[in-house]
Every structure is written in C-alpha cells, then in structure tokens.
C-alpha cells in the first residue's frame, strides 16, 4: 500500500472520528444542555465536510499516481 | 554484488524493499498497540461502577481536557496532510515546496509534543484528597503559596510530607462539577477554592501513574505515542536538511525514503486518532 493509500484510509478514519465527536457532544448537550458542546458538535460537524472535501481534492490532486 | 530493488520496484509485487520492511515493521507496532489498547479496555470495563474519586478503584472520567485533545488532533492531521504534500511536491519535481511541507510536518510535531507536556503538567499538579469525613476532593493545590510542578520530582506531596514541612493547610481550587458520564454540569465554575486542614486529610495523590489504574494505563500509552511523534519528528527533520542531499545523487530513492517516513507517520497519527476517542471520550 502506497502513502497515496493509507493517506485515504487515514482521511477516512478521521472522518468516522469527526462524526463521532460530532455525535458524541450533541449527546452531552442533550444531557446538559451546555451551549459548549453544541458549538463543539457543530464544530466537529463542519470539520466532517471540510475532510471529505480534501479527500476529494487529494485525489484529484494525486490522481497520476498509482495506490501501489 | 548489488542488493536489488532497494529504490526499483520489484516487478512482480510493484514493491521496492523499503516498502515492505516498513510495512513488516508496522505490522509489529499494531500488535504493540493493539496489547496496550486491550489492556485499557479490559482494564475499563472490569473498574467497579461507580463515580470516581467517591468509588476508589471506579473509571474516573471527564479528567481529561476535551478541546487542547480536540486541538492536537487537529494538529496531527494537519502534519498528516503535509506530510503527504511533501512528498506529493517531490514527485513532482518542486524541491523548495517539499521542504516546506516537511518544515511544517516537524513544527506540528513539537507543538503537539509541547501540547501533551502542558498536559501533563496539569495532571502531575491535579490532587486528589480524601478526607476523614469519607469525602474525596479534585483539583489542583497550593501549599506555601506554590503550585507543584511535574518538572520537579520533589514538588510532589503527601500527608507525610506535609506533616514534615509543619504545613497546617492547603489551598485546593476544586475542580468543576461534572455528571456521572463525567460532563461539565451547565455553569459549573472552575475557580472554587477551599482551605483545607492537613490533620483533616487521610491521604492525597496527585494524577500520577501510582494513583490509579487510569492514569497509570493513559501516561503509558500516550507517552509510548509521545516517543513515536519524537522519533518520526527526528527523521522527517533530517530529510529535510541534512539527508535531503541524496535529493541530487538519487532522487528516485530519497522520495521513497519520504514514503516510508510518510507511512510511519501516518501510522503515529492513526494511533492517536483511534486513542483519542477511547482515552478522552468514552
């Protein structure tokens, strides 16, 4: 597996996390009803985008070479 | 006799030595992880049930700082990102943008190592004291008008080193309230002092390793982590000075050798990335 690879698997990965987070804090605000975790789940939410958006732009970036 | 395909791909596999030690060589370091990781696991779902410090041996949880973990996350992708742009811009052929990236891949890694120190700092100053009453108290202490500092081995306090100093009290600024899944209860204040009388107290720790399974099971995988952040921060540094020579007598072999650097740093991030749920969140 090349860089090319594993940089997706790992963009991936930090994906799942994000929404997790993102989850994770909407969770607590619901619990507490603390305005600071629904910031942070808003946060981790627009950082889910931004990462699917890179991922998109690295690909077509890297496009040439090979995921070997 | 030359040693073959140590930069040329071997044509069956498509693969060139390097790659396929440094693969081997991760492979060993999942398992290592992967011990540590079932070692927390285990050691989480067998704590009695209970809330931390009222049940001694109970999970603690919410000790952990939520945004500066968020925040070296954050760091660590980012060194993740420019990594591979480094070595993205070899490829295709832009030396000057390669160092750049790799300069700002090593800054990342000493801001995420100066982070987690800061960290630690907080957690070898964080006491926990329980009383005679059967109360247990959190939070960071003042004794003489100074706060303990975890640079300073001897900073550290016990009832009977309190008791040898002639310290009567201790200034304790409480932590803030949490619920039983450890979060910040709505306007919880963090700057809630008490005095307490040392002839009051029973015994106190602070947030190290000895203290409980917790933090003796967090400072070793995440300093294991720490040490691999260094290590990859060390070598990545070096390729892009001194090492980056080879750039001119064998440039198809140094952007392999910043594969391998590549891959093994994404190998630390995705550790951290699967750490810090597990170890911050749950």
């Known amino acids: ?68 | 006799m030359e040693i073959p395909y140590t930069y040329k791909a071997r044509p069956d596999t498509g693969l060139y030595n390097a790659k396929v030690g440094i693969w081997l060589f991760l492979a060993s370091e999942i398992m290592l992880f992967g011990a540590l990781f079932s070692a927390y696991i285990l050691l989480r779902v067998s704590a009695p049930v209970g809330f931390w410090p009222d049940v001694a041996l109970a999970w603690p949880r919410g000790l952990l700082n939520i945004p500066i973990g968020t925040f070296n996350t954050a760091v660590l992708i980012t060194s993740s990102v420019t990594v591979v742009l480094a070595w993205a811009a070899l490829k295709m052929n832009n030396f000057a943008r390669f160092r750049v990236y790799m300069v700002i891949t090593v800054l990342c890694a000493f801001a995420f190592l100066g982070i987690k120190s800061f960290e630690y700092n907080d957690k070898f100053s964080h006491y926990v004291i329980r009383l005679q009453d059967g109360k247990a108290l959190t939070g960071h202490i003042e004794v003489d008008g100074k706060h303990p500092r975890f640079w300073n081995f001897s900073d550290q306090w016990s009832v009977a080193k309190l008791a040898d100093k002639k310290v009567t009290k201790i200034k304790v600024e409480m932590d803030p309230e949490r619920d039983v899944n450890g979060h910040l209860k709505k306007g919880a204040s963090h700057h809630h002092e008490v005095e307490v009388a040392v002839s009051d107290i029973v015994s106190m720790g602070s947030y190290t390793p000895a203290t409980h399974p917790f933090f003796a099971v967090y400072f070793l995988i995440t300093a294991l982590h720490g040490l691999h952040v260094l290590g990859g921060a060390l070598v990545l540094g070096y390729f892009a000075f001194p090492g980056a020579k080879m750039w001119k007598s064998n440039p198809e072999q140094f952007i392999n050798r910043i594969e391998v650097g590549g891959l093994f740093w994404h190998f630390v991030d995705l550790v951290w990335i699967f750490l810090f749920p597990v170890v911050y969140l749950l």
């Open chain 1, 1 to 68: 597996m090349s860089l090319k690879a594993f940089h997706i698997v790992f963009v991936a990965a930090s994906v799942i996390l994000m929404a997790f987070l993102s989850g994770w804090s909407f969770l607590a605000y619901q619990e507490t009803h603390s305005t600071e975790y629904l910031v942070w789940s808003l946060c981790a939410a627009s950082s889910v985008v931004g990462l699917v958006i890179y991922g998109r732009f690295f690909l077509r970036k890297l496009r040439n070479i090979s995921f070997l």
